[in-house]
C-alpha cells in the first residue's frame, strides 16, 4: 500500500477529499486504491496566530474523531512571509506571485519531509478550492517532485467544494473567512467594505465584480492595497459617472 503524504491547507477542505479517501481509496494515475494516508499541517502563512489556532484545532478534531495519522509542524512566519511577499515578488523578482511563494513554502516543506520519511507521494488539499491557482500549484509540485525525487498526485476536488463547505459546517469544524495570509485578510475585509458601500447605493455587484475592482486597483497602485483609499475613490469615481 502506498504511504502518501497529504498537505492539508485547512479541515474544511480536507474533510470531503479524507472521506472519499477512506471509502473509495486514492485515485492515483486513474486508478483508485487503498492508500495509507498522513495528514501535513504545515501552514506559516496564516495570520494572526489565533486565526492559526482555531484552524489548527480544527484539522486536530477532524483527524482525531477520523482517526487519520497526522504530523503538525506549527509555525508562524509572519514576519518573514511579508517581508519575502514584500522583496522577493513582483515582475522580474523571485517569485511573480504572492501565491506561488506561498505554495512554494508550504509544499516544500511537504516534500522535504516526505523524503525523509519514506512516503510514496506527496499531495495537497490546496486543490479542492476552485479559488486557488491549480496550474501554478502543479506546476510548482512538479518542480519539488524532481528535486526531492517523491512522486507528486494532483487531487482534483473542485467538484466538491460547496458540498463540502456544507460537510465542514455538519461536522462543527471551523469555518474561515479568508485564504490566510495578511494580504488576503485585508482583501477580505476590503470586499466585506465595498460591497456594503455599494449596497447603500443600491448596488448589488457579484463578489466577482468587487473581487475586479479590486485586483484593477491593485493594478493602478503598484499591489498597495489601502481600505479607505479604495472606498473613497469609488466613491469619487462613482460619483463622476
Ligand atoms: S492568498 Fe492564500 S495562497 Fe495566496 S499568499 Fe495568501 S494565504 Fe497564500
Known amino acids: 500500500m502506498k504511504k502518501i503524504l497529504m498537505h ?3 479541515a474544511p477542505c480536507f474533510v470531503m477529499i479524507e472521506e472519499d479517501i477512506q471509502k473509495n481509496g486514492m ?8 492508500v495509507d494516508l498522513t495528514a501535513f499541517w504545515y501552514n506559516p502563512n496564516i495570520h494572526p496566530q489565533e486565526e492559526n489556532k482555531l484552524r489548527l484545532e480544527a484539522f486536530k478534531k477532524l483527524c482525531g474523531e477520523d482517526n487519520i495519522k497526522s504530523v503538525i509542524i506549527d509555525e508562524c512566519e509572519m514576519k518573514e512571509f511579508t517581508n519575502i511577499t514584500q522583496n522577493e515578488v513582483g515582475t522580474n ?9 506561498c505554495y512554494y513554502l ?5 516534500f522535504e519531509y516526505a523524503k525523509e520519511n519514506g512516503y510514496d507521494i506527496v499531495s495537497t488539499s490546496l486543490t479542492r478550492s476552485p479559488y486557488q491557482n491549480h496550474e501554478l500549484i ?6 519539488l517532485s524532481k528535486k526531492y525525487g517523491v512522486e507528486y498526485s494532483y487531487q482534483d476536488y473542485r467538484h466538491t467544494y460547496f458540498e463540502g463547505q456544507q460537510r465542514a459546517r455538519e ?5 474561515q473567512k479568508y485564504c490566510g495570509c495578511i ?5 477580505s475585509l476590503l470586499q466585506k467594505k465595498l460591497s456594503k458601500y455599494l449596497k447603500r447605493m443600491n448596488i448589488k455587484p457579484s463578489t466577482k465584480v468587487i473581487q475586479d475592482i479590486i485586483e484593477d486597483y491593485k493594478k493602478e497602485n503598484n499591489g498597495t492595497v489601502n481600505i479607505e483609499k479604495i472606498v473613497n475613490d469609488y466613491k469619487e469615481k462613482s460619483t463622476n459617472i
Open 8 to 10: 492539508v491547507c485547512c
Open 27 to 34: 485515485n492515483i494515475n486513474g486508478k483508485r486504491e487503498q
Open 93 to 101: 523578482k523571485r517569485y511573480k506571485l504572492r501565491c506561488e511563494y
Open 106 to 110: 508550504r509544499l516544500e516543506k511537504t
Open 138 to 143: 502543479n506546476k510548482i509540485a512538479q518542480i
Open 171 to 175: 461536522r462543527g469544524l471551523y469555518m
Open 183 to 187: 494580504f488576503s485578510s485585508v482583501e
